[in-house]
C-alpha cells in the first residue's frame, strides 16, 4: 500500500515551480480558473480535495501529474522529469463557458468561511446566464443574501489529460416569488439533493464568468 503524497510536499513544489515562472499566487490562481482563496485551500488539502483543481494548477505551471506528486515520474530516469507530454491551457471564450455549463448538472458552490473557504457541492440549472440551486433554508449551502460566492463546475479526463474549467464569481441572491421558483423548478435537472419541504432557491448573478480548456500538449 502505497503512502499517500504529503499535501506540504507538493504545495512546496508548486511554490518553486510558480516562482520559476515568475508568476504571484494571484496570477497562478487567475491563470488556473480559480480564486486564490481557493488555491490555498487546495494547496492546504492536497489533490484528493480537488483532482481536477490541481490538474489545471500542473497545466498552468507546465508539469505533470506524477511530477506534482513525487518530483519526478516514476519510471523516468533519474533527474528526468519531462517523460510524458505536458498538458495546456487554452482560455474559454464567455458564451463557450456558458455552454459548457450548460451541458452538467453538478458544481461546486465557494462560500466564505471563518478560517478558509467552504466548498460544497450542488445540483444546479442554468437560467438566463445565472445559475440557481435549491437547498435547505439555513444550511451549509445556504448564504446570506448579497453574500460573495464562487461556482465552479469541472469535466476533466485525467487518464487523457483534457478537460475543462469553468469558474463563476459573483453574489447570491434568494429567490423570493412564487413564480420565479415554479420557474426554476419547471427546469430540466432542477430535482434538489436537499431542501425540504419548502427549500430555499439560491440564484448566483456573475461579477464574471472565465474558462480554461486543458489539452496534453
Known sequence: MTDRPDPADIAHRID???RQLGLSEGML?????????YLRQLLC????FDPP?????TAVLGMTWPELLSGRRPDAPPGQTDAEP????????EPQCWELLGTRGIGRIGLPGSSSPLVLPVNYVVDARTIAYR??????????????????????D?????????????????VDTPEEERHLSALPGAAPWAGGPRPLWVRVR??????RRVQAG
Open 16 to 18: 518553486q515551480r510558480r
Open 29 to 37: 490562481a487567475h491563470r488556473a480558473a480559480m480564486s486564490p482563496a
Open 45 to 48: 488539502s492536497g489533490p484528493e
Open 53 to 57: 483543481g490541481f490538474v489545471r494548477v
Open 86 to 93: 505536458r498538458a495546456g491551457l487554452r482560455r474559454l471564450t
Open 135 to 156: 437547498t435547505a433554508p439555513g444550511g451549509a449551502a445556504a448564504p446570506d443574501e448579497g453574500t460573495p460566492v464562487s461556482f465552479e463546475v469541472d469535466h476533466i
Open 158 to 174: 485525467e487518464h487523457r489529460r483534457q478537460g475543462w474549467s469553468v469558474l463563476v464569481l459573483g453574489e447570491a441572491h434568494h
Open 206 to 211: 456573475p461579477a464574471g464568468v472565465t474558462g
